[in-house]
């Protein structure tokens, strides 16, 4: 079974600020592990994707995330806020094959201020 | 040349009525799906298929009957609607075992 955990379901930061979505993921084999932006009655766009390749994954607008097994954390991060990051963001696993299927984390919604 | 478009975008109606979506992709992809997010936001597979082959069915009541005529689309027909339904419904595809998945916009089925 595999599983993800986003801590911080609200996250508030100032623009230009660091921006850190934390993502945990348990899953019984290595796992594919995705980002995932939600815009306000939007479908959901993809931001990054880990597939066993590089652990450090850059993505699109400047979002990157690594991916560690000892902790089994793929934390989302971006070095300066702006605006127009404020969204839902959602983590995701998977597996391989035929079945596979994306089990989401319950997203964090974040919040970019003046 | 929308990858995922989904009809309609917007669905409201009463409970007891029977109503469908309709998915369809242009990317070639072989495997489609169909996810429902709840007013909590949060995302849960309810169907995937393979080759218009049904290969997951997350325990969803026999209510929802999605139905492939071919790989490119993918419709869910929902009968006897009830309350909880209210939410949006995602359809996505991707290619078999190479992610990522690609979402439509989304259908707001809302239930009065």
């Known amino acids: 079974a595999q599983s993800v955990t986003q801590l911080g379901s609200h996250v508030s930061v100032s623009e230009g600020a660091l921006v850190l979505l934390r993502c945990n993921y348990s899953?019984?084999?290595?796992?594919?592990l995705f980002w995932y932006v939600q815009y306000p009655n939007q479908g959901l766009q993809l931001l990054l994707k880990?597939?066993?390749?590089?652990?450090l994954v850059k993505g699109i607008n400047g979002f990157e995330a690594e991916f560690k097994k000892s902790e089994t954390s793929f934390h989302l991060t971006k070095p300066s806020a702006h605006m127009s990051d404020a969204a839902e963001y959602f983590c995701?696993?998977?597996?391989?094959?035929?079945?596979?299927?994306?089990?989401f984390g319950t997203g964090t919604r974040l919040q970019v201020t003046l | 040349d929308t990858a995922v478009s989904q009809t309609p975008k917007y669905l409201v109606t009463q409970m007891g009525n029977d109503k469908s979506i309709k998915c369809e992709q242009n990317?070639?992809?072989?495997?489609m799906y169909w996810y429902k997010q709840d007013s909590k936001k949060f995302l849960k597979i309810m169907f995937s298929?393979?080759?218009?082959?049904?290969?997951i069915n997350e325990t969803v009541p026999n209510r929802f009957s999605p139905k492939s005529p071919d790989k490119a689309h993918l419709n869910l027909h929902i009968n006897s609607l009830e309350l909880g339904d209210s939410a949006v419904y995602f359809c996505?595809?991707?290619?078999?075992?190479?992610?990522?998945?690609?979402f439509g916009d989304g259908t707001r089925l809302s239930i009065l």
């Open positions: 996505a595809s991707s290619q078999a075992g190479s992610q990522p998945q690609h």
């Open positions: 899953s019984s084999v290595p796992p594919y």
């Open positions: 880990y597939t066993s390749a590089a652990t």
């Open positions: 995701a696993v998977s597996t391989t094959g035929t079945a596979s299927k994306l089990t």
């Open positions: 990317l070639g992809h072989d495997t």
């Open positions: 298929y393979n080759n218009k082959e049904l290969i």
